[in-house]
């Protein structure tokens, strides 16, 4: 059974089948440019999916078959960041949208094809895997348009991109190609086009069939690792430590002896 939610005046869309959540940047007459008011709708489609449509896993693309997305709806600015006080106001809508991805329960999967420039490069940088086909490109032109990304945003890029590579797209805003980047760990795979979303959806239903608990303590560890928090390393010390008492922890030995698919349930 597929549910959906609509955001953003259903620029945003949001639906989830079979314990695997979509999450789709609906403005492709814009090249799925993103405005004020879907940066604003990101956080709360990703909570309707993991908690009410249960979402065990999230696929996030643009709308259409040829873009992710352009990044920021640049024809907003003279209205919605036109000066100091609101570029404020906006950037604070950039970063929980970022946020929301990163620190999303379950893992958020990118499936990019065409442009995935500025915000969008960003979101995708935010993700947790990232899948891309062979028309994807890839730009942070802030440099070229006199403004500058969220510090949490620039660290998604060291993390994800490398410290060579995330230097040169921030300082250049050279475009760059999937093969560039999946050679150096950016992207998990690159697929011809028309393959993109059979190969994103096979590795995120691979994802949800897994015991919900394990794959949230791994996601909370690594980034833990990742950042050395020591309050997000405790946390994840204790999610991890609560999967042995689960349910699900019991039916996974119990398929192991009776050798059969396990069932999860989360709980």
Known sequence: MKITSD??????????????GTLVLDHPERKNAVTLAMWRAIPEAL?????????RVVVLSGAGERDFSAGADIS????????????RIYEAANSAAFAAVRDCRVPVVAAIRGICYGGGFGLAAACDLRLADDTAVFAVPAARLGLAYPADAVGDFLLSLGAQQARKALFTGAAMTAGTLAANGFLLEVTPPGALDGAAFELAGMIAQNAPLSVQAAKLALRATETADPVLMSDAAVLGASTFESEDYAEGRAAFVERRKPIFTGR
Request: net charge positive; charged share 30%; aromatic share 8%.
């Open 76 to 87: 907003e600015f003279p209205t919605v960041r036109k000066d100091a006080e609101t570029a």
């Open 47 to 55: 909570h309707w999916l993991v908690a009410d449509a249960h979402a």
């Open 7 to 20: 955001f953003a005046r259903g620029r945003v869309k949001a639906a989830c089948r079979d314990s695997v």
